[in-house]
């Protein structure tokens, strides 16, 4: 049995962070909604805050290598942030305790097993870096926002699998300019975003979804895209938004999942699916999520497999 202690080096585990191996199973956003520029707002339960990672240890193995490399541009906080740190640490506690079965405390730590994989950390909580310690009971990168002169500003974040950004650029900064290099987030989703921060109510969680195509299978993207390899990966996002009742803040989770986009070809209508998706895309939104290098590639995937498809489906 492999136990690891949170800020331990153990061996690293083999990297895995697929949605979903069964692909009965996989979760495929641009099925029901392939805009990139929308809110896509849905109603979440608070027992499904935050969702079961198997793969865990693996999540953790990143972003204690990501802290230990990178330091303040993953883990960046400012100290008005840090009642709403410790809140969010302790709504996060109960949740895993009460609503995910692979936890379990004792009188000084609290741990996760899922087979052989133990993992332990320290309780409570250190009073210097509340966020920190708790991102690493789960798979999610997690931000704080409150409210400032110019709207929500992001005010602590632990920010291990960005998807090409940098939070050295984010940190302190309200959300309208942290949206700014969205194409066409100004015209569209500017006001109602900042109605929805206005009005979210701790009772009423919501959850969204994001994706891309990217050619590397790494969490860690800062840069612009890597130039692919042999293999393409839809590389997804759950992202959850609640509101804390004691401090006000919201914290905003990102669970980053990659999976192989072979994945897809076991899914009917998946692959078609995708190729809509980036097909409606506006030359302004490919660049933006850094998927622009990436289409001849990704068009040749598509020709190669809805062709197969199609010759498969003639009657013979």
């Known amino acids: 049995m492999n136990h690891i202690f949170a800020g331990s080096a153990s061996a690293a585990p083999q990297a895995d962070y697929r949605y979903a191996q069964s692909p009965g199973a996989l979760f495929l956003p641009f099925v029901t909604t392939p805009q990139i520029v929308h809110m896509g707002l849905n109603r979440l339960s608070a027992r499904e805050w935050i969702q079961p990672c198997p793969q865990l240890p693996n999540y953790q193995h990143n972003k204690l290598c990501a802290r230990r490399q990178l330091q303040e541009r993953v883990f960046a ?20 305790l009460a609503d ?57 974040a632990s920010l291990a699998a960005p998807s090409y950004w940098k939070l050295e650029d984010k940190i302190g900064r309200p959300l309208n300019q942290i949206h700014g290099p969205i194409p066409g987030f100004r015209e569209h989703l500017a006001v109602q975003m900042a109605r929805f921060f206005d009005h979210l109510r701790p009772e009423y969680p919501v959850w969204r979804s994001n994706w891309s195509v990217v050619g590397s299978p790494e969490l860690l993207q800062r ?29 905003f989770t990102i669970r980053v999942s ?10 009917d ?14 030359p302004q939104e490919s660049r933006y999520k850094s998927l622009a290098p990436l289409l001849p590639q990704l068009q040749h995937f598509f020709a190669e497999h809805l062709s197969a498809t199609s010759a498969a489906q003639r009657p013979q």
Do not use: K
Not at 138 to 147: E, G, K, N, S, Y
Not at 269 to 282: C, D, I, R, T, Y
């Open 77 to 96: 906080f400012e100290s008005r942030s840090l009642p709403a740190q410790s809140e969010l640490a302790s709504m996060l506690l109960g949740h895993l």
């Open 100 to 156: 995910h079965r692979a936890y379990f405390r004792t009188a000084e730590r609290l741990s996760w097993r899922a087979g052989a994989e133990v993992l332990h950390w320290p309780l409570p909580a250190a009073a210097a870096e509340p966020l920190w310690n708790a991102s690493l009971w789960v798979a999610d990168d997690i931000c704080l926002l409150l409210p400032g002169p110019d709207g929500y500003e992001l005010v602590a």
């Open 223 to 251: 840069g612009g895209a890597e130039p692919a390899g042999d293999r393409l990966y839809l590389r997804v996002e759950r992202q959850s938004l609640r509101r804390l009742p004691e401090s006000g803040a919201v914290a």
């Open 258 to 267: 990659i999976n192989p986009l072979s994945d897809l070809l076991a899914v």
């Open 269 to 282: 209508g998946a692959v078609a699916a995708l190729q809509a998706g980036v097909a409606a895309m506006s």
